[in-house]
């Protein structure tokens, strides 16, 4: 119910985390407010336990940008940059200044290439000095995941600063679905079967995986065929990268997992 709850079990359990406060965006300015402070709270405290362990071996915390916006919309970009983008400055001055791993979570389709423009002033930001734990999570649901990839590690080049990128299937395939529907669009921006999620997962991975040093991938799957062909091609290369599952989910594919290669990785998804 707290961080300071969660940071002690996960300290009890030995896991790696990153933690995500749970709720939905804010629908009024007070809301967006109080998320931040609750969000600025948190990154101080999982902060505070990093002692100089770096975005990769600490604890990380995840952020979602509608919380931190009543009207984080393509057609109010105008307001975002006004309300929202100073917000999530202000939450990543203090995880540079911890040097912990900083996400931004995933959010619907229509939202990406927002996402992707709050991204880029991000790393451009002469302040957050040579930070390297600012991250961003892409979605192998969606069509245009492996341009996003690209854009991202290209990002990273031009800026000279190191991201972070976690790999998810995604999660709001119903959601998807629905508004493209509704709204009578020709085509759905997400894949409509889960073979072909899967199959973009890997090619988005491979590519993650060859823009090694420039981004560090972390991959978000309960898969055991994902989970072993992304090990091979990151062993092939000797590329580190690290594993991510949900709370509750996965502990017996990543102890089989640890059988069978030896140690990875495995940072949980904690709410």
């Known amino acids: 119910r707290t961080i300071e709850a969660?940071?002690?079990?996960?300290?009890?359990?030995?896991?790696?985390?990153?933690?995500?406060?749970?709720?939905?965006?804010?629908?009024?300015?007070?809301?967006?407010?109080?998320?931040?402070?609750?969000?600025?709270?948190?990154?101080?405290?999982?902060?505070?336990?990093?002692?100089?362990?770096?975005?990769?071996?600490?604890?990380?915390?995840?952020?979602?940008?509608?919380?931190?916006s009543p009207r984080y919309e393509a057609t109010q970009e105008a307001r975002v940059w006004d309300e929202l983008y100073p917000r999530i400055l202000r939450l990543a001055r203090v995880a540079a200044q911890y040097d912990i791993n900083f996400t931004m979570d995933a959010e619907e389709a229509d939202r990406l290439a927002l996402s992707l423009k709050l991204l880029d002033r991000l790393a451009h930001e002469p302040e957050l000095g040579g930070w390297t734990g600012l991250g961003l999570a892409v979605q192998a649901y969606q069509k245009r995941c492996p341009e996003v990839i690209g854009r991202v590690a290209e990002l990273a080049r031009t800026s000279g600063r190191r991201l972070m990128v976690r790999l998810v299937k995604g999660a709001y395939w119903d959601t998807e679905i629905k508004r493209a529907q509704v709204l009578g669009r020709t085509d759905y921006p997400v894949f409509t079967?889960?073979?072909?999620t899967d199959l973009n997962y890997l090619v988005c991975a491979k590519a993650m995986i060859e823009a090694a040093p420039h981004i560090y991938s972390q991959f978000a799957t309960h898969n055991?065929?994902?989970?072993?062909?992304?090990?091979?091609?990151?062993?092939?290369?000797k590329v580190k990268i690290e594993f991510q599952r949900l709370h509750g989910m996965g502990e017996a594919l990543y102890d089989a997992a640890h059988d069978a290669f030896g140690p990875v990785t495995v940072r949980a998804y904690a709410p």
């Open 6 to 68: 969660a940071l002690k079990r996960s300290q009890r359990e030995g896991w790696l985390c990153s933690f995500d406060m749970l709720g939905e965006g804010a629908r009024a300015a007070h809301d967006a407010e109080r998320y931040e402070k609750i969000y600025a709270d948190a990154i101080t405290a999982v902060g505070k336990t990093a002692k100089g362990q770096g975005p990769e071996a600490g604890h990380g915390v995840s952020v979602k940008l509608a919380a931190l």
């Open 193 to 196: 079967t889960k073979a072909a």
């Open 224 to 237: 055991a065929h994902s989970l072993a062909a992304v090990y091979r091609m990151a062993s092939g290369r």
